[in-house]
């Protein structure tokens, strides 16, 4: 049963750093697309980052693009998503998500597979 496991949120200083991992098991998804949304409260679930099924090309949403960076490791069928200069405004659940469309993905409903989410406070 496909399963992915988003870990590594918590309470972060606004400027600060963290890295969330997102762990699938069940089955590999080498060959396809992936990518993070995040969802504050009251707010619709928003496009983050998205990385193609071979690792050659990424896209952000403009909000968090010189700050967040996507990558995946093949051989630890797992995400990444590394977020530095945190601001307040990037508290949210984040989730993982894997499509199995190709090319550019960056709607809730191109994704087939998603996480439970981890939640990220950046405090002011």
């Known amino acids: 049963q496909v399963q992915l496991v988003e870990s590594g949120g918590g309470l972060v200083q606004a400027g600060g750093s963290l890295r969330l991992s997102c762990t699938a098991s069940g089955r590999t998804f080498n060959s396809y697309g992936k990518g993070w949304f995040r969802q504050a409260p009251g707010q619709e679930r928003e496009f983050v980052a998205h990385?193609?099924?071979?690792?050659?090309?990424?896209y952000y949403a403009a909000s968090v693009k010189g700050r967040f960076t996507i990558s995946r490791d093949n051989a630890k069928n797992t995400i990444y998503l590394q977020m530095n200069s945190l601001k307040p405004d990037d508290t949210a659940v984040y989730y993982c998500a894997i499509t199995s469309r190709t090319g550019l993905a960056t709607t809730t409903a191109m994704y087939d597979y998603w996480g439970q989410g981890t939640r990220v406070t950046v405090s002011s």
């Open positions: 990385i193609n099924w071979n690792g050659d090309s990424t």
